[in-house]
C-alpha cells in the first residue's frame, strides 16, 4: 500500500506558476498508475493529469493542456504537477492519487489519495 503527501499549493497570482509535489511512501509511484485531480467548492473532483507507470506515456485534460505538465523522479519517489499560465478558474484543492489500474479519468478507479493541497489563483 501507498502513501502520498502533496506540498507546493499556495496563491498566485493569474498567468503564475505553481509545482505541485506528490511524495509517495510505502511503494513506488512507478508501480501505480499516477493521477493529480482538482475540486472547486460545490463540485465534483476532475480529472488533470495522469502519468503512465512506465512514466513514458502523459494525460491531460483538455483544460490544461499546453500550460500543465505531470513527471515522476523514481530517486525521490516524487511525482510532480508543473502548472504555468495559472488561471482563475483554475483554482482547486489538488489531490495526488495512485491507481493499480491503467491510464483512468474516473477518480473511482484510484485507489489510494493524498489529503490534497490548495491553489488559489487570484485575478
Known amino acids: 500500500q501507498v502513501q502520498l503527501v502533496e506540498s507546493g499549493g499556495g496563491l498566485v497570482q493569474a498567468g503564475g506558476s505553481l509545482r505541485l509535489s506528490c511524495t509517495a511512501s510505502?511503494?513506488?509511484?512507478?508501480?501505480?498508475?499516477m493521477g493529480w485531480f482538482h475540486q472547486a467548492p460545490g463540485k465534483e473532483r476532475e480529472f488533470v493529469a495522469a502519468?503512465?507507470?512506465?512514466?513514458?506515456?502523459?494525460y491531460y485534460a483538455d483544460s490544461v493542456k499546453g500550460r500543465f505538465t505531470i513527471s515522476g523522479d523514481n530517486t525521490k519517489n516524487t511525482v510532480y504537477l508543473q502548472m504555468n499560465s495559472l488561471k482563475p478558474e483554475d483554482t482547486a484543492v489538488y489531490y495526488c492519487?495512485?491507481?493499480?489500474?491503467?491510464?483512468?479519468?474516473?477518480?473511482?478507479?484510484?485507489?489510494?489519495w493524498g489529503q490534497g493541497t490548495q491553489v488559489t489563483v487570484s485575478s
Open positions: 510505502g511503494r513506488t509511484f512507478s508501480s501505480y498508475t
Open positions: 502519468l503512465s507507470r512506465s512514466g513514458i506515456s502523459t
Open positions: 492519487a495512485a491507481s493499480n489500474l491503467l491510464y483512468s479519468e474516473i477518480a473511482d478507479r484510484y485507489a489510494y
